[in-house]
């Protein structure tokens, strides 16, 4: 068995040699039985409970799930990284005759090997702990509005998990390689578990949502674009951001590997993720007119773009020998070698752009009443809302531009902090510039009407609520046009 992995991925066999010592296979499944019984011989029926013991397992499980697989499985698929990184052996890898395909695998899978068997262990004692429950459940009668528990529900919620747990440890080890990319080869890098606690607790979070949820899902539709999918509502969304996260990894891992290839992924990645989310707005409210839902839709299409568009300005490498390539392939009209090495976020700015247009387009094409009279006499006991949401039509007919606006001015005082070169932590400095012109400053000037300034805002006007936002953004692309010129020619002299 170990020859032919050996064999076919030597990366994965090589970990899964360091990783499952005889002493560790023997501990792993020892110390979870054992503080199974433990929740078992504690746990107690009381009158005042809807629960019995199983269901205390079952959550001792799944929490244990989280903390092996979720938890401990992220940072060691980071520090599988990291640490050939820091012990000076990445470039050896990077060199070998290993596919990306056969390096994204090892490396996700290889590092964490450990961790899912101690996962595998937590999801057998599940089922063995839902498997109780349910025969607790035929012997006795159940409370009024207690949760059924069933297998489908196990298994659904079992492969949405493990999915998560898939997810999570690729988006560390991307996180890993960004900050090697930024790295300037000869210090150490540190690891990501800080990052790791806010993630750990939220996973916490969604599997109790996710266990309310699935209940919720088997009772009312959960339609994609009119289909009705039920609880696999779930699973559909959290199997297709898992694909693309894996898919993000191979594609890092191919570009570590010295492999080109352009940006026909990240394209395809933004439409299929744009037409895949539409379809949860669309068709999903019977009381929806088709108009309100593509309105909806579109908004969110858009804001999701330029969530993304601004992550990346921060998580891509912004080193100067890279811009200078850029703008030499486009003086040069190298289109093959501009498709190749163009940051992701100038991309997902045409998106933005682009979903903005749209946005507009169905808010001004909005009918006078948006909603259906339906759904007026269901939410609302008068036509107040619908009265306010027709005033501010306008007004939201230019957000998205303004919104753009001040995205532009927010991604070049980024890129300025970075060339500027003073600070090692110039992310960081940046991000703490905008948190004191989007929230301390508008805090303090909270009364006064200037706030178009700072955020979109039409309480001077809807001009002004415009103009504001285009005019930093052409003062800070002046502001980073010039130091880009300065930068140049002092490069250009000490060349010469």
């Given at each position: 068995m170990n020859t032919k992995i050996l064999t076919r991925n030597p990366e994965l066999a090589r970990n899964m040699y360091l990783e499952l010592s005889k002493q560790r296979l023997v501990a792993m499944p020892v110390i979870l039985c054992l503080l199974s019984f433990l929740v078992l011989s504690t746990s107690q029926i009381t009158a005042y409970s809807a629960e019995n013991q199983y269901d205390y397992?079952?959550?001792y499980s799944s929490i244990a799930f989280m903390i092996i697989t979720i938890l401990w499985g992220a940072k060691n698929a980071s520090d599988g990284v990291l640490d050939e990184y820091n012990s000076r052996t990445w470039d050896?890898?990077?060199?070998?005759?290993?596919?990306?395909?056969?390096?994204?695998?090892?490396?996700?899978?290889g590092s964490t090997i450990y961790n899912w068997y101690g996962g595998v262990i937590c999801l057998i004692i599940n089922l063995f702990a839902t498997l109780g429950s349910i025969a607790t459940e035929n012997a006795t009668t159940i409370e009024p509005g207690r949760p059924h528990h069933s297998?489908?529900?196990?298994?659904?919620?079992?492969?949405?998990?493990?999915?998560?747990?898939?997810?999570?440890q690729t988006v560390a080890i991307l996180a890993s390689l960004m900050q090697m990319k930024k790295g300037d080869g000869r210090n150490k890098i540190k690891g990501t578990t800080i990052i790791l606690l806010p993630i750990f607790f939220m996973m916490i979070g969604w599997g109790f949502y996710t266990s309310a949820n699935l209940q919720y899902l088997l009772r009312e539709k959960a339609n994609w674009y009119g289909i009705n999918l039920g609880a696999f509502r779930s699973l559909l969304s959290i199997l297709f951001y898992t694909c693309w996260v894996v898919a993000g990894l191979y594609r890092t891992m191919r570009t570590e590997l010295q492999y080109t290839h352009g940006l026909k992924w990240w394209v395809l990645f933004l439409t299929t993720s744009a037409i895949f989310n539409s379809g949860f707005i669309v068709?999903?409210?019977a009381t929806w007119s088709l108009h309100t839902a593509i309105v909806i839709a579109a908004a969110t299409m858009f804001i999701g773009y330029v969530i993304t568009a601004f992550l990346l300005t921060i998580i891509e490498p912004k080193e100067i020998i890279n811009y200078r390539t850029i703008f030499k392939s486009f003086r040069d009209r190298n289109t093959a070698k501009l498709y190749s090495i163009l940051p992701l976020w100038t991309v997902t700015l045409l998106f933005v752009a682009v979903s903005g247009i749209i946005t507009s387009i169905t808010i001004i094409t909005m009918p006078d009443s948006i909603f259906d009279a339906p759904t007026i006499g269901t939410l609302f006991t008068s036509n107040y809302f619908l009265a306010k949401l027709e005033g501010i039509k306008s007004t939201l007919t230019i957000a998205p531009f303004a919104i753009f606006g001040f995205l532009i001015r927010d991604i070049a005082i980024v890129l300025y902090v970075n060339i500027m070169r003073k600070n090692k932590r110039a992310d960081t400095t940046a991000i703490l510039y905008l948190l004191i012109l989007y929230i301390v400053i508008p805090l303090i000037i909270r009364s006064s009407s200037i706030g178009f300034l700072f955020y979109p805002t039409d309480q001077s006007g809807t001009f002004l609520m415009l103009a504001a936002p285009l005019a930093e953004a052409s003062i800070m692309i002046y502001l980073l046009s010039n130091k880009w010129k300065s930068i140049n020619s002092t490069i250009a002299q000490t060349s010469a």
């Open positions: 397992l079952a959550r050896w890898q990077r060199m070998s005759t290993l596919s990306p395909w056969k390096m994204t695998i090892g490396k996700l899978f297998l489908f529900l196990y298994v659904i919620q079992t492969f949405s998990t493990v999915l998560m747990a898939i997810t999570v068709g999903q409210n």
